[in-house]
């Protein structure tokens, strides 16, 4: 370690693939340091509890389960990892939404994701591949929703596809929380500093100096895990300027996804485990899960424009929105069993600005770029690093260990 330097290595951002890296980089006799803007561990993987249940404001699912570390290392924590089918491709009761229409639906779905494949459109854009005046286009743009967070003229084909050939269709969930998780899997002895958010890393003397609001912090290597709207906006800037990865920040955007909780009473005469879209030929519509693990609660989904709105008009007028679309299917007698809990509005949260990243057509390439290190002394990590994993919690942490492995053989003696 250069001998004017107060760590050998600075975290920054510790979400998902900042805990990845600190566990991969803790017990090696290095003095480490993880800093976060936020008041709290995770970053966008968020636990609350209700009494003896929890809920997860940000990410719920281990998507593609039997490859997701965060799988065996909940496992080994003690958590409970539920391997229930979520029932994303069934309407629970066919409510408002027929056997014959959700086949029509897939079938369009399939077709779409097939040209994709097969006959990519030379702009890049997956929205050129919607057949004009198809009558589940509509559903194809909620799933992208989803997905994405965003429309599908703002998706990369390319991305796309990347992630789709990577991803399973194992997707379990953590009964204490994913959240807490992850939050649980930071290793005892990491020195952390929390509320503490880095606004420029000077990287034009032998030590990498660090501004923070409580101070200047001296490092020999940094791992930046922070999302692509810090990076775009310059809340996080470089001394002296890295404009590859402020131009691939940009064109990785931070899409958005939001969730609003009601709590189920007599959850008796509510169904369990089941699965609801709101309005299959809406867009602008939810996913509900109902009484996930048999919790008594709703889990509403919404993304891109549905969450936009949503969060425009408020955690009331979002909770309402949920009820008025399970009532339509469900019958006006639900409305007296759902009480909102609450939601998040992750757009709005500073030092997040959004859900998770997308590629803009033309620039799935952008990833490996952002992923690049500099100098071998500043590296990076998170999910928009990943080339096929990204949005998801396990394509951040594996991203944060590759950063940590990087950063350990630039230390190792030579």
Same mark, same amino acid.
């Given at each position: ?21 600190? %566990? ?18 995770? =970053? ?65 779905f399939d077709g779409f994701v097939e040209r994709l494949r097969t006959d990519p ?11 004009? =005046? ?7 743009e909620a799933l992208s929703a989803y997905v994405n967070g965003t429309d599908l ?41 929390? +509320? ?30 922070v999302p692509t709207s810090v990076l775009a906006s310059g809340a996080l800037a ?39 879209? =709101? ?25 891109? %424009? ?28 639900? %409305? ?6 609450? +939601?998040?509005?992750? %757009? ?33 990590? +998170? ?32």
């Open positions: 370690m250069d001998s004017d330097a107060d760590h050998d290595v600075v975290i920054v951002g510790a979400g998902a693939a900042g805990i990845g890296a600190a %566990r991969t980089l803790a017990g090696r006799g290095l003095k480490l340091l993880l800093v976060d803007a936020l008041d709290r561990i995770g =970053g966008r993987a968020h636990s609350i509890r209700f009494g003896d249940w929890a809920v997860d404001l940000g990410c719920g699912y281990l998507h593609s389960a039997e490859r997701n570390d965060w799988a065996v290392i909940g496992e080994g924590l003690g958590f409970t990892i539920d391997r229930s089918d979520p029932g994303w491709d069934r309407q629970y009761r066919d409510l408002g939404f027929t056997a014959e229409e959700q086949k029509a639906a897939g079938t369009a459109p030379v702009s890049d854009r997956a929205a050129d591949a919607l057949l004009p =005046g198809c009558s589940w286009n509509a559903y194809a003229g703002q998706v990369s084909v390319r991305d796309y596809l990347a992630y789709d050939a990577a991803a399973s269709e194992a997707n379990w969930r953590v009964r204490e929380g994913y959240g807490a998780l992850i939050a649980a899997a930071l290793p005892e002895g990491i020195a952390v500093r929390l +509320g503490c958010p880095v606004t420029m890393i000077d990287h034009g003397g032998p030590v990498l100096r660090l501004e923070t609001a409580a101070g200047t912090i001296g490092a020999t290597r940094v791992i930046v895990t470089f001394r002296p300027a890295l404009d590859d990865k402020h131009e691939a920040a940009a064109v990785l955007p931070l899409g958005l996804a939001d969730k609003v909780f009601l709590a189920v009473d007599r959850p008796e005469h509510v169904p369990r485990d089941a699965h609801l879209i =709101g309005n299959p030929h809406s867009a602008e519509t939810g996913s509900y899960q109902l009484q996930p693990m048999g919790l008594p609660v709703v889990e509403g989904f919404f993304g891109g %424009r549905a969450a936009a709105m949503l969060e425009r008009f408020g955690q009331a007028a979002a909770a309402a929105f949920a009820i008025d679309e399970l009532a339509a299917l469900l019958g006006s007698g639900i %409305r007296d069993r759902l009480t909102p809990l609450g +939601g998040s509005a992750w %757009r709005a949260t500073p030092w997040i600005e959004g859900g998770y990243s997308h590629a803009l057509p033309g620039m799935a390439d952008r990833r490996a770029m952002l992923a690049a290190p500099v100098d071998d002394r500043i590296f990076f990590a +998170g999910e928009a690093c990943s080339a096929s994993d990204f949005s998801t919690a396990h394509g951040a942490l594996d991203t944060g260990i590759a950063a940590a492995r990087a950063v350990l053989a630039t230390l190792a003696p030579a």
